[in-house]
C-alpha cells in the first residue's frame, strides 16, 4: 500500500501502524554467508563494497521519503485544481440521493485516483530494492500484491470516510472530536485484525514446531523467562523468502491469540541463539505495553492534528474552494484538501514520532539483552552478532545522513544497537525481574 494512503487517508492508522510491534521488514543481499554469523564483533562494521551499496541505498530511500511527501501533496492538489474530486462528487451525486450510496461512488474513485497517480513512486521504489538485490518478488507477484493493498485500502477507506462525512454533516463544529472517538478505535481493531486477516493475504504461515523443533524449544525458554504464555502452537514460520531475501521476527496478538511469528529468512540466515535475541527484543515491545504507550502518544497527537485541520480547513475552502468547485466542508470534494492538511502535519511532527519510536525500540533492545542473559553465554555479544547478519543482509547504513535519522528513522541507527549490546550489562535487570 502506498505511503500516502497511510499518511493521509487514514491517519490513524498510519499511527496504529506504526506502533505495530512489527518491525519494518529488513531486508538482504545474496552475499551473505553464515560464516560471518558467528564472528566475534567489536563494532558495526560492513567491507567497502557492502558499505558503498548500503550507503547509496540509504541515501536514495532517504531522497524517495522526501519525494514521496511532496509528491502526494502535489497529487492532492492536482486532483483539486483539475477538479477531479467535483467531477466525482457529481457522479456520486447523481447515482443516488443516499450518502452512503455516495461514498461507494467517491471514496473509492477518489482512493483508486490517489493509488495510480502514486503507483510510479511505488514501482520506482521497488526497482531500488530489486537493483540491490533486496526484493526478489516477480513483478506479476508485486502487481497482485499491489492491487490487493488497493483493495484492503479501499474497503478501510470507504468506511471511515463515510463515517467521516457523517460526522461532519450532523455536527460541523465538533466532528473533529466526534471523528476522532470513531477513528481510534477502529484503527485498534483493525491492528489486532491484521495479523489475521490482513498477513495472511500476503504471506503464508505454518506452524513453527514442524518446521523447527529445536528453535521453538529455544523461544519457550525465553517466552518463560520472560514470564509470558506462549505455547509453541502460537509460534508460526513465515513464507518471507518468496519475495525477499530480508530477514524478521515479531510477536503480536492479544491475550490467549497472542503469537511469536519468524520468517523463514531470519531462521536461514542466523543461528538459534540469535533468533532467540530477536525474538527477546520484540517479547520487550510486548511486555513493557508499546502497543499502548504508542497508542497514548498517538492518539492525542491525532486529535491534536483533527482539531488544527478542522481550524485551517475554513480558511482554505473560502481561499481557494470556489476555484476547486468545492462548496464547503461538508462535500465529498472537500476530501483531498482534509487530506493535505493532514498529511502536511504529519509530516511536520514526524520527529517527534520517530525519536519516540527509537526510544522504544531502543528500551526492546535493551529488554532483549536482559531476558537472554543466561539463556545464551554471551547475550551481549549474540546480540551484537545478530545486528551485524541483520546490518549486512538488510544493507543497513553504518553511516546515516543525520538529517535523515532525525526525520524518518524509526529504529536506532544499527551502529548505535551493536554499542549498546556489547557496552550494557544485563545484569543490571532493569526491565526484566532478576532471576
Ligand atoms: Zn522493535
Redesign the pocket.
Known amino acids: 500500500m502506498n505511503r500516502l494512503w497511510y499518511g493521509a487517508t487514514v491517519a490513524v492508522l498510519a499511527a496504529c501502524i506504526f506502533l505495530a510491534?512489527q518491525?519494518q521488514p529488513l531486508a538482504s543481499n545474496s552475499q551473505q554467508t553464515t560464516a560471518t554469523s558467528e564472528k566475534i564483533i567489536t563494532a558495526y562494521t560492513l567491507p567497502p563494497d557492502l558499505y558503498h551499496k548500503a550507503h547509496d541505498r540509504n541515501r536514495i530511500h532517504f531522497h524517495l521519503a522526501l519525494i514521496d511527501f511532496a509528491y502526494g501533496l502535489v497529487v492532492l492538489w492536482l486532483i483539486l485544481r483539475w477538479k477531479l474530486a467535483a467531477k466525482y462528487r457529481n457522479l456520486a451525486e447523481g447515482s443516488s440521493s443516499r450518502r452512503f450510496v455516495q461514498s461507494l461512488v467517491f471514496c473509492p474513485l477518489l482512493l483508486l485516483t490517489i493509488g495510480v497517480f502514486t503507483l510510479p513512486l511505488d514501482f520506482y521504489g521497488e526497482v531500488v530494492e530489486k537493483r540491490y538485490g533486496i526484493s526478489v518478488q516477480g513483478w506479476g507477484s508485486w502487481s497482485w500484491d499491489w492491487i490487493k493493498g488497493q483493495l484492503v485500502g479501499l474497503v478501510i477507506g470507504t468506511i471511515l470516510i463515510w463515517l467521516l462525512y457523517v460526522v461532519i454533516r450532523r455536527s460541523p463544529g465538533r466532528a473533529w472530536f466526534y471523528f476522532w472517538l470513531i477513528a481510534v478505535p477502529i484503527g485498534v481493531f483493525i491492528f489486532f485484525l491484521g495479523p489475521w486477516v490482513i498477513d495472511p493475504m500476503f504471506h503464508k504461515f505454518e506452524p513453527l514446531q514442524q518446521k523447527n523443533p529445536a528453535l521453538t524449544a529455544s523461544l519457550e525458554q525465553m517466552v518463560q523467562r520472560a514470564g509470558e504464555n506462549i505455547p509453541p502452537e502460537r509460534m508460526f514460520w513465515m513464507g518471507a523468502g518468496e519475495k525477499t531475501t530480508g530477514l524478521n521476527a515479531y510477536v503480536t496478538g492479544l491475550g490467549a491469540s497472542k503469537r511469536i511469528v519468524v520468517w523463514d529468512t531470519t531462521i536461514a540466515k542466523m543461528n538459534n541463539r540469535q533468533i532467540v535475541f530477536v525474538a527477546g527484543?520484540?517479547m520487550g515491545?510486548y511486555v513493557l505495553q508499546h502497543i499502548y504507550k504508542g497508542f497514548a502518544f498517538f492518539a492525542p497527537l491525532v486529535l491534536l492534528f483533527f482539531y488544527l485541520v478542522h481550524r485551517l480547513i475554513g480558511w482554505v475552502l473560502a481561499r481557494w474552494g470556489a476555484s476547486w468547485e468545492v462548496r464547503s466542508v461538508d462535500d465529498w470534494a472537500s476530501l483531498p484538501a482534509l487530506l493535505f492538511l493532514l498529511s502536511l502535519l504529519f509530516f511536520v511532527t514526524n520527529p517527534v514520532g520517530s525519536a519516540f519510536s527509537r526510544y522504544l525500540?531502543h528500551q526492546?533492545d535493551q529488554y532483549g539483552l536482559e531476558v537472554t542473559y543466561g539463556l545464551t553465554p554471551d547475550s551481549g555479544q549474540v546480540a551484537a552478532q545478530a545486528f551485524q547478519v541483520l546490518g549486512e543482509v538488510d544493507l543497513s547504513d553504518p553511516d546515516p545522513n543525520p538529517v535523515n535519522v532525525f526525520l524518518f528513522y524509526d529504529?536506532p541507527p544499527i551502529s548505535d544497537r551493536v554499542r549498546f549490546c556489547l557496552m550494557y550489562d544485563p545484569r543490571n535487570w532493569i526491565l526484566v525481574p532478576m532471576k
Open positions: 510491534g518491525d527484543h520484540e515491545h525500540e526492546a529504529h
